[in-house]
């Protein structure tokens, strides 16, 4: 339900807010005549408010000609209030401030306004307000205009873009970059500057086409993953209604960067991948699955890209039942697998409740190691940081697939050196779980170890 104490409280402009709650006092006190006739000089004021804020913050340069205009026109005729209607066309001209029901609202204020203002020819009296009126007005210019942020125009795009540009090295990661967009420009966005900037930077990031764009390449992917993380609903909606356009430059680029960001964009949205056309999800899918040779002469097999790709999926379920399938099939290189993946996995089997699927892919990922160094990063990846999810069924499955994990006669689980660590370590929590001597007795590479473990 609407309340105006509420609304009040949420307009940005301190300047604003004290005004209006004149005008609100006066509507409490039954005064509506008064009330309509001040609530039209707050809307100006308003306007000039954000517009100011505008020219002095961000130096826009729309909002410092229409500033400009206006003055000129009201240094014409000093006594005429003809200059508050250019204000009002040249910001409904120059920017999406305004929308169309805006401007209608904003056009029945001033009508209400003039016949709270001045009598009628007539009869000499003065126009009286009904309470419904006078609260539809208010609440109209609070919604219209008082509690919107100062809208930038589309120049914006220049400034935001030459801001990226001068801060690239000094704001450096993406946390810091994302917290400084955040607090200077993305409260001030709406919807209309939101997909703008979304065309640009889509376009610039994996399509682009000079010295300029390729050199800003890397902050301005920061700062498109920022704009689809913090304005989510909106750009859902512009790729929804155009996805043709934000197809086409993925359809085209020859930019690996670009392309890799596309990707990461898929991996940190998962919504985004859904939305884009066949055609750009088949090119998308065959860069992540196809095998590589790289110029050393070795086969880079795609099973590690794909862990990490879990949009390629129906759903996270099947993406492990996917990754299980491809075990069977194709090399996991640790050195291609990272961490921060296997952590991923981890965080949305426990959003989704499929831990014991995550710890069963593990044991899979582990015993199907191809190297003592190879067995040793993935115990760290994939076994070491997980222990505590591993319930007694779980250690002894573990224990059966690496006990006689053969890949050419040689045990590259339990015969590496750092076994004697991580495996005495793995029977400890074993233990404290209520595995017994009993339960390891049948694998003859982990038996010795309780000994170890007791001495």
Known sequence: MFSFENAIEIIPDN???GLFKEVYSSYCAGNYRSAIVMLWTVVICDILFKLNFLKDVYQDARAIQILEDVEAKRRINPKSPEWENTLIEKVCERTTFLGIADRQSIDFLQKNRHLCAHPVIENGELYQ????RTRDL???ALESILIKEPLLTKSISDIFYGDLENKKSTLGSFENLDSYLESRYFNNFNDPIVTYLLKGLWRFVIDPRNERELENQNVNAMALY???KHFEECCKTAIGQNGSLFGAAINQTSNNFGFLAVIEMCKRFSWLYPMLPDDVKL???NKILNVRELPDGEID??????????FLSENFEQHIENINGKLDTEYLAMKKLSPNAINKLYEMARFYDCIPKFVSLCTKIYSKSYSFNDADNRFSCCIRPYI????KADCIELMRATNNNHINGNNQTCARNAAFIDHVDFLRDFLAKG??????AEFDRWEPLLERLEA
């Open 15 to 17: 300047r604003t807010k």
């Open 129 to 132: 307000p009904t309470i419904e």
């Open 138 to 140: 208010l609440r109209g």
């Open 226 to 228: 920022s704009l689809l």
């Open 283 to 285: 090119i998308i899918r």
């Open 301 to 310: 097999y795609p099973l590690a890209r794909f862990v990490e790709c879990w």
């Open 388 to 391: 505590g999810l591993f319930t």
């Open 435 to 440: 595995g017994d001597r009993e339960d390891v």
